[in-house]
């Protein structure tokens, strides 16, 4: 059940839960964990944890510890995983981005928009399924993505009477414009949510991504390499998954520091070999942090990371 608070917060399109069994589940899951962690008494990351590892990050990445911009006008076509002011083409943009290189997400949103025009989301949820599937090939599984992004199209015309999620960032459209609304009509963080993992095929990190990219909110998406890292450090239980180990970390990183430290985490994921195997001899400054540090031995070392390096390959 939606608490009363939220209610109070949501659109009308959203006062009452979705009848779906599905949807009914994953509002109940992130409701239950909007406030409590699903981890109650699992410590870590404490907020000086969390700072230490920042700052060792931002020295590793420097090009990569910058404080959160807001989307700016201009070649938003070319932008993939939310970076866009248009909250419902973040949206798109951020499931076409899933398991996939940002490469390949970008060429298959650049083809999307080719083929169908920059933000002709009526052209895309009316065309032939097979012509979307296509567009948006290169991007990688395909098939399901066409499927997700036509849905949720449909299903936020049928809410709102129109193709936007303009509301979730205070705006509201009329007449092809949009204009702010009062201060008592911003959607809060939590009702974004509530509203975003709502749609069929939206998860809590792809709605995290949105929050973070397009409205400029804090939040922490956990994304495979986030959710590697944070196994390392020793941030989560061994019997997280990425839902209910984003749930805990997004409570427990402080506000601050959502945005910067999971930019510089998914860029050390990707770029350091020291911490990706259990075997590698490359080094790794998390490594070195949680040996000087956090006083972890070498052989436990060495079972953290192979820890990560499986639930990793569960991904």
Request: proline share 7%.
């Amino acid at each position: 059940m939606v608490s009363p608070k939220l209610k109070r917060s949501l659109p009308p399109a959203l006062s009452s839960p979705p009848s779906s069994p599905h949807k009914a589940k994953k509002l109940k899951l992130l409701a239950a964990h909007s406030l409590a962690s699903p981890f109650p008494g699992f410590p870590h990351p404490t907020a000086q944890e969390a700072g230490e590892v920042h700052a060792i990050l931002s020295t590793e990445h420097p090009q990569f510890a910058k404080k959160q911009p807001l989307p700016e006008d201009g070649n938003n076509a070319a932008r993939t995983c939310g970076s866009v002011p248009n909250v419902l083409e973040s949206l798109i943009g951020t499931i076409l981005s899933q398991n996939t290189s940002a490469k390949n997400s970008t060429a298959a949103k650049r083809s999307l928009d080719a083929n169908f025009g920059h933000n002709n989301f009526d052209a895309i949820a009316k065309a032939p399924k097979a012509e979307v599937v296509e567009a948006i090939r290169m991007g990688g599984l395909a098939n399901k993505k066409a499927g997700v992004i036509q849905k949720v199209l449909k299903e936020v015309h049928e809410r709102h009477g129109s193709y936007s999620l303009q509301h979730l960032a205070g705006i509201v459209e009329s007449e092809g414009k949009g204009k702010e609304t009062d201060s008592g009509h911003v959607v809060s963080d939590e009702a974004a949510m509530q509203e975003l993992v709502s749609y069929d095929g939206v998860g809590p990190k792809t709605a995290s991504c949105v929050l973070l990219f397009c409205l400029g909110r804090a939040s922490f998406p956990v994304d495979t390499h986030v959710f590697r890292l944070s196994k390392l450090l020793g941030w989560v239980p061994a019997k997280a998954d990425r839902v209910t180990a984003q749930a805990h970390l997004d409570l427990q990183i402080p506000q601050e520091l959502k945005y910067r430290l999971h930019v510089l985490m998914i860029a050390h994921g990707r770029r350091c070999k020291g911490c990706k195997t259990s075997g590698s001899k490359a080094p790794c400054p998390l490594k070195t942090w949680l040996k000087e540090r956090q006083g972890v031995k070498d052989e436990e070392l060495q079972e953290l990371v192979l820890k990560a390096e499986e639930a990793d390959a569960e991904e």
